[in-house]
């Protein structure tokens, strides 16, 4: 009887190892997944900040040019205009940062939304191999489980914090672009 527990000890501690090894590695995936989609996001953004910050200096010199050629008292009429065309380009940098910053926020839910996902199919995974061990080891039962709930809890708030983290970061590097375009607009208007 007592080799018999001492067999079910060791099965149960195999168990447990394998268990432990496999939320490790879940936990390393799923890290590593949302890494790449925070870096994908990054990338997509620099991408689409860089070509509007070069179409916008385009159009900025070709402004200039045309200035220079009118006469001095077109020349009043048309800065003006431009000044006006200045504010609503300003409006519009302010919609579309808006309107990237929703996409970030969106794109963060999504991850989240899986990371949970991935989460509650690894917790079904886990109880059901649990249930199984169950069977031939019950005394061992609560244990295991509120281990799992830690290690689950763990995650889930290690996973929260680097979102966090990735998304402050994200948002202030997309808040400091933003203010160097209005500033180098600004800058452009007032020369």
């Known amino acids: 009887m007592r080799r018999k527990n001492e067999d079910a000890d060791r099965t ?3 168990e447990r190892a394998k268990l432990a090894e496999l939320l490790e590695q879940e936990h390393a995936a799923r890290t590593e997944e949302l890494r790449r989609s925070l870096a994908v996001v990054r990338s997509e953004l620099g991408g689409i900040l860089t070509e ?3 179409r916008l200096a385009e159009e900025r010199r070709q402004e200039f040019e ?3 050629r009118r006469a001095a008292t077109e020349y009043s009429i048309r800065l003006h205009q ?3 065309r200045v504010e609503e380009r300003i409006a519009e940098w302010t919609q579309d940062l808006e309107r990237v910053q929703s996409d970030i926020a969106a794109a ?3 991850v ?3 990371q949970r996902e991935a989460l509650e199919e690894m917790a079904r995974q886990v109880k059901q191999e649990i249930e199984e061990i169950a069977l031939e080891a019950r005394e061992h ?6 281990e799992f709930h830690k290690a689950v809890v763990t995650a889930q708030e290690e ?9 402050e970061r994200a948002v202030s590097s997309l808040a400091a672009q933003g203010e160097r375009i209005v500033a180098q607009e600004s800058a452009g208007r007032f020369s």
């Open 12 to 14: 149960f501690e195999e």
């Open 52 to 54: 509007e910050a070069r």
């Open 66 to 68: 045309e200035k220079e």
């Open 82 to 84: 431009v000044q006006q």
């Open 108 to 110: 963060i839910t999504r």
């Open 112 to 114: 989240e939304e899986r």
């Open 141 to 146: 039962k609560a244990t295991v489980l509120r």
């Open 159 to 167: 996973a929260a914090r680097r979102l966090a983290r990735e998304l």
